[in-house]
T-cell receptor, first 112, second 115 residues
Framework: NAGVTQTPKFQVLKTGQSMTLQCAQD?????MSWYRQDPGMGLRLIHY???????DQGEVPNGYNVSRSTTEDFPLRLLSAAPSQTSVYFC???????????FGDGTRLSIL | AQKVTQAQTEISVVEKEDVTLDCVYETRDTTYYLFWYKQPPSGELVFLIR??????QNEISGRYSWNFQKSTSSFNFTITASQVVDSAVYFC????????????FGKGITLSVRP
């Protein structure tokens, strides 16, 4: 049982480049979320989804897009990378709205 | 709006000491859920406990215990007889009772346990 799988684990981008962070879960969870973790800031919610075809914005959505075409996958797209998006990104899934989150191992992203 | 405050940013103790990590929350909801997560130096996030707003019973799990007090909007976490393996960042989090509930995290407390 793989749980939540994030790829890649590390990535370096140049300012202005675009890329997609992949997230897949094999637990048939309806709820999925993307967070970013910055020093001293805790985890901040970027976007989340409550099921296939349904997404909504979190606390810090600007510069990111998401889509949810299947229950399993929830990719996060950076449209035009900026140095302020240098961070560690975590994807999470949960069985229901008040259930504990299962987190992936994170993607460490650096924007030069 | 929901808010979670972890006023302690860094705590350093010597092994076998007891340590309490504070968490204060703000919400207007009557139904809500509180969580604690642990992030060891390896970086993964590990779920520790969930408590709903209608259950004020304290919980003990081995060396870990949690004290939930609605009167002071606090959900504190105590580690008894700390060990080096307890060194980690600990996050308190809050979600409302709605169907689309979002999880709001505190900024985390870095706990260092010295041998």
């Amino acid at each position: 049982n793989a749980g939540v799988t994030q790829t890649p684990k590390f990535q370096v981008l140049k300012t202005g480049q675009s890329m997609t962070l992949q997230c897949a879960q094999d637990m048939n969870h309806e709820y999925m979320s993307w967070y970013r973790q910055d020093p001293g800031m805790g985890l901040r919610l970027i976007h989340y989804s409550v099921g296939a075809g349904i997404t909504d914005q979190g606390e810090v959505p600007n510069g990111y897009n998401v889509s949810r075409s299947t229950t399993e996958d929830f990719p996060l797209r950076l449209l035009s990378a900026a140095p302020s998006q240098t961070s560690v990104y975590f994807c999470a899934s949960r069985r229901g709205p008040h259930q504990p989150q299962h987190f992936g191992d994170g993607t460490r992203l650096s924007i030069l | 709006a929901q808010k979670v405050t972890q006023a302690q940013t860094e705590i350093s103790v010597v092994e076998k000491e007891d340590v309490t990590l504070d968490c204060v929350y703000e919400t207007r909801d009557t139904t809500y859920y509180l969580f604690w997560y642990k992030q060891p130096p390896s970086g993964e996030l590990v779920f520790l406990i969930r408590r709903n707003s209608f259950d004020e019973q304290n919980e003990i799990s081995g060396r870990y215990s949690w004290n939930f007090q609605k009167s002071t909007s606090s959900f504190n976490f105590t580690i008894t007889a700390s060990q080096v393996v307890d060194s980690a960042v600990y996050f308190c989090a809050l979600s409302d009772g709605g169907a689309n509930s979002k999880l709001t995290f505190g900024k985390g407390i870095t706990l260092s346990v010295r041998p």
